[in-house]
């Protein structure tokens, strides 16, 4: 069991960062983010034996971590609100990156668990329709027409001059 130990170990410390990143994207959280991480994690460990026995054990991990998520969006009491006082933009290149990077997050609030899910998955983690597809067990076309629907909604969340560059085509 010590070996085992070691090698989930050294797989929490290769990818944590990782999963920590995709898992903020999802939720928007930092804490939520934390908390669906380490739920991931200890599913992973309770049948490690499998997961390190899977082609691709990060993915393997991904799939929970995802899973935890849906799980936890089904649960949420829809009517619970998170307002922020958002400042007011300041000039400069890394106050409009981080305004930027704050639209993005309140556009990606907007969306479905699934849709939001596609699109992290597209789009950060870089994978192709085909892999999200198997990884959300749905169908490419599925996945198409989550990644148009959400683009779109993203799109019109967004101002007019941050939306023409999400894909360098105007709105």
Known sequence: MGADRDEFT??????EAALLRTAYLLTGDRGHAEDLVQTALARAYRHWGRVRQADVPIAYVRRLLLNCHLSWRRRLWHGEQVVEALPD??????????????ELHRALDELSPRAR????????EDLTETETAALLGCSTSTVRTHTARGLAA????LRPETAATTDGSPA
């Open 117 to 124: 899910a596609v699109l992290v998955l597209r789009f950060y």
């Open 10 to 15: 050294a797989f929490v410390v290769a990818h």
């Open 89 to 102: 933009r300041a000039a400069g290149d890394w106050q409009d990156a981080y305004a930027l990077g704050d």
């Open 154 to 157: 993203v799109r019109r969340v």
